[in-house]
């Protein structure tokens, strides 16, 4: 349990955007455009927003499949094509037209499972945790932990999980952490760049405060900012494993955040559970930011052979 008084605190009050995602994931800053794209991965939708010109510029791709996550692609316009984590597998997707052909698939049962979240390690490799999809109800434990290097080779890392979330490296590069989320833990690995293979997993931060550890991003100092799930809330846990600070949000179901320069802008998700007219069931799915004074690490490009 934090110390109340030794944790730094911000209060957000209402959306940056107020689009009611149903289940808003995946914030990815371009920095070379200035955009913030994220995702509907109930509603298969990709969202992109100009952080200069404002809720205004919003832009809305419809796919026919959900989407998880993406990232960008060494040598790749951003505005052109990304990667994406899909039904199936990891695609390249075409942003002008919304077509996506798939790189490599999934394992297990094709219907079941869909991506979840994912990320591109220091080293171009991309990493993926998959789960059953919606229709099938309450996830099984039939989830994977996948490492795809450069292209289409794909390794199971760790099989057997319910919800697979987040991934980040620390800033030396040496460490892998990754969330999975019924277990209310972070674990972390040491990590080898030369092959990406990982050791001496253990506990990083096990969360035993209200809500469910859902996305998170790491910052320049190694902090980790992570999203709590009905827990309307994100907290910043120290490389020491320690809650250190708290954005305290108006809706329960937060998701996932990225760095924007200073700011954090965070994901959300629909909460129909609160009653009509609270500001938790008003503003659920809604896109938030807040000046929390310091960056976060670089993404890394995704690397084809």
Partial sequence: MADLNQVQQWHVTEPYLDLHCQLGEGPYFEKGTQTLRFVDIKQKRLHTVSVTEG?????????????????????????????????????????????????????????????NDGAVDPHSRFWLGTMNDFHVGEPQTEGSLYRFDFGKSKEEIESGLIIPNS??????????????????????????????????????????????????????????????????????????GKIVGRVILPTNNITCVEF????LFITSAADEDSEEGTPSRKFGGGLFRVDVGTTGLAHTEFKLE
Wanted: aromatic share 10%.
């Fill in 55 to 115: 809720p205004g510029s919003l832009k809305t791709l419809q796919l026919d499949s959900p989407i998880g996550v993406t990232a960008n692609i060494q040598g790749q316009d951003p505005q052109e094509k990304i990667l994406v984590a899909l039904k199936y597998g990891i695609a390249l997707l075409d942003r002008n037209t919304g077509q996506y052909d798939y790189l490599t698939r999934i394992g297990g049962e094709p219907d079941r499972m869909r991506s």
């Fill in 260 to 263: 924007v320069g200073t700011e």
């Fill in 167 to 240: 991934f980040g490296w620390s800033p030396d590069g040496k460490t892998m952490y990754f969330t999975h989320t019924p277990e209310n833990t972070i674990f972390a690995w040491d990590y080898n760049p030369e092959d990406g293979s990982l050791s001496n997993k253990r506990v990083h931060y096990k969360h035993e405060e209200k809500g469910h550890l859902d996305g998170f991003r790491v910052d320049k100092d190694g902090n980790i900012w992570h999203a709590l799930y009905d827990g309307g809330s994100v907290i910043k846990i120290s490389p020491a």
